[in-house]
């Protein structure tokens, strides 16, 4: 082995047949019975497609932009992988063609190439392995990579270049190949059909990849016979071949793929020894316990521009149900389009919700329709958490109906407002005219002793992660709290504005930053905890005041 990499393993996740087959959640969930058999487990996702970053894409498209601690704007897969190995992940722990790309053109450009051609091989190749080998270090047992895509792809033919010649640059004893197909069933005949996986594996070997593992995506468990048959024709042992059958819960996929022995067998294929690394799953059992006892049921409404694909909103959702697990709630969602909620109040209003979720948003589509929202929330004492934008359209409602400021708006949304109550700022924290810089990653804040938000805490100080240009104005701070709002949570030299709330109310609460990301399914984050549990209050007709749940 490569002294670089130390004594770290790498496990490749590809996939075959089709997309959305839940590579990531399978991934993740080997990730977590790794690190419950004491292994030091990361992780990484290699995306073939070309944006630098997911940051520009369109969340219609492509989902969430997961934020990491350190300001990386990623794929949501990595969402899943931090919730499930409780592990913080990083910039570094997601690449896609572009970043690499952009990488080996800024070294020709310096000259690093020294005249040589470059190309895909070995220049971008070598680029990917140096990402993945850079993610080994003393501190890590297991690097799992996931490549994004399926095979077949046009895109993705550099990553499988790259990770074949990676278990030669590591040693075979190093590495492990793992392959995610699907086993469709055929109603009509009554069957299930293996040529697809026989197909995609086909497919992985032209590329030079035997796989070691064969996980079998199917509505229905593979039966022994069809197992020996993939077994056969693949050519994987018969205990390679693992049936991950369709979940009721997603909590439920590593203690599925537990019982079909895929983390003893590839413990042993990367020389792990089995009596040195027996399992503990008890806390993730109680999770998934937990998960199957959640039933109260509690109707959170979330208010958004991109309610027709909810990955858009994933880490929120999965905020939500966390805090619903504790409570024994189970979290149903309706997902409301910003712009119909003026006729929604006047049709029949928000009565009907628990609680409500302004998460957050960029561009003016349907903004005006969550600031209503968001007053018709503080009015009627229902629950609301707001998230980034949530808050910015909190403060425009308290900034109109409280402070007396008509008009009031964010700069993104009205250039020309006279009030604009949240807008650019620059590095210094000063309101500026253009530009304005994202702030990004994890941001430490100060919360007032005693208030709804620090009482959730139990904390006044707290590190939350950012994804924002724009800012709560310092200028009209004065006039909002004349008004009666409290910004109970500001930057650590008082500047800016990262919590709000509103004494006398059940729940309205507002974060600057995105407390969803740092959710775990076990460890519920406390705004989302004290929302449910405001919801549940409401629902059960009990008095809700936050301050009497402390
Ligand atoms: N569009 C707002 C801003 O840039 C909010 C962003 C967000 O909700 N993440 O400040």
């Keep these: 082995m490569s002294p670089d990499v130390g004594r770290t393993r790498f496990i490749f996740f590809t996939g075959g047949v089709s997309s959305s087959l839940g590579k990531g959640l399978t991934a993740s969930s080997l990730g977590r019975l790794l690190k419950c058999r004491g292994l030091r487990v990361t992780m990484c996702k290699l995306d073939p497609y070309i944006n630098v970053d997911p940051g520009t894409m369109n969340p219609f498209e492509h989902g969430e932009v997961f934020v990491t601690e350190d300001g990386g704007e990623t794929d949501l897969d990595l969402g899943h992988y931090e919730r499930f190995i409780d592990e913080n992940l990083h910039k570094d722990s997601n690449a896609t063609t572009g970043r690499i790309y952009s990488a080996v053109i800024a070294k020709e450009r310096r000259g690093d190439y020294l005249g040589k051609t470059v190309q895909v091989i070995p220049h971008v190749t070598d680029e990917i392995k140096e990402r993945i080998r850079r993610l080994g270090s003393d501190d890590v047992d297991v690097v799992i990579v996931e490549i994004g895509g399926t095979v077949g792809d046009i895109e993705i033919v550099p990553f499988l270049e790259a990770i074949r ?16 197909t699907l086993v469709p069933y055929l109603g009509p005949t009554g069957e299930q059909k293996t040529k697809p996986t026989q197909h995609s594996v086909t497919e992985l070997r032209s590329r030079g990849i035997q796989p070691d593992v064969i996980v079998c995506r199917s509505d229905r468990m593979i039966s022994e016979d069809l197992k020996r048959k993939i077994s056969l024709l693949c050519d994987v042992p018969i205990e390679a071949v693992v ?41 993730w059992e109680r999770l998934v316990e937990q998960v199957d006892a959640a039933t109260t049921p509690v109707r959170i409404g979330i208010i958004g521009k991109y309610v027709d694909l909810p990955d858009a909103y994933l880490s929120v959702v999965e905020a939500l149900r966390h805090a619903g697990f504790h409570h024994g709630a189970k979290v149903d969602i309706d ?28 561009g003016e589509r349907g903004v005006e329709g969550k600031i209503a929202a968001a007053g018709h929330a503080r009015t009627h004492d229902i629950p609301l958490l707001g998230l980034c934008l949530g808050l910015q359209v909190m403060v425009i409602d308290a900034a109109r109906s409280l402070a007396g400021l008509e008009g009031a708006n964010s700069r993104e949304f009205d250039p020309a407002t006279p009030y604009p109550v949240v807008d650019l700022m620059d590095d210094q924290n000063d309101v500026v005219d253009k530009g304005g810089t994202m702030r990004l990653g994890s941001y430490g804040a100060r919360l007032e002793a005693g208030s709804q938000v620090a009482r959730a805490y139990g904390a006044e100080i707290v590190s939350e992660r950012h994804r924002h240009r724009y800012e ?72 809700p005041h936050l301050i009497d749940l402390a």
């Design 472 to 543: 709560v104005n310092p200028r009209y701070r004065a006039r909002l709290e004349e008004g009666g709002l409290v910004c109970s949570g500001t930057s650590p030299d008082g500047r800016l504005v990262e919590f709000i709330e509103l004494p006398g109310h059940p729940f309205w609460i507002g974060t600057q930053a995105h407390p969803e990301f740092k959710s775990r399914p076990d460890q519920p984050h406390p705004l989302f905890r004290e929302l449910i549990g405001a919801s549940l209050a409401r629902a059960e007709g009990r008095d």
């Design 165 to 180: 010649q990676f278990r030669r640059d590591v040693g075979r004893e190093n590495v492990c190949y793992v392959h995610l």
């Design 243 to 283: 049936s991950a059958v369709d979940a009721a819960n997603i909590y439920q996929i590593p203690l599925v793929i537990h019982e079909e022995g895929m983390d003893r067998y590839v413990l042993d294929l990367l020389g792990y020894d089995e009596d040195a690394h027996p399992i503990d799953l008890s806390r």
């Design 335 to 362: 997902w409301i389009q910003a712009a119909t909620v003026p006729d929604l109040l006047e049709r029949e209003g928000l009565r009907g919700y628990d609680g409500l979720v302004i998460p957050g948003g960029f």
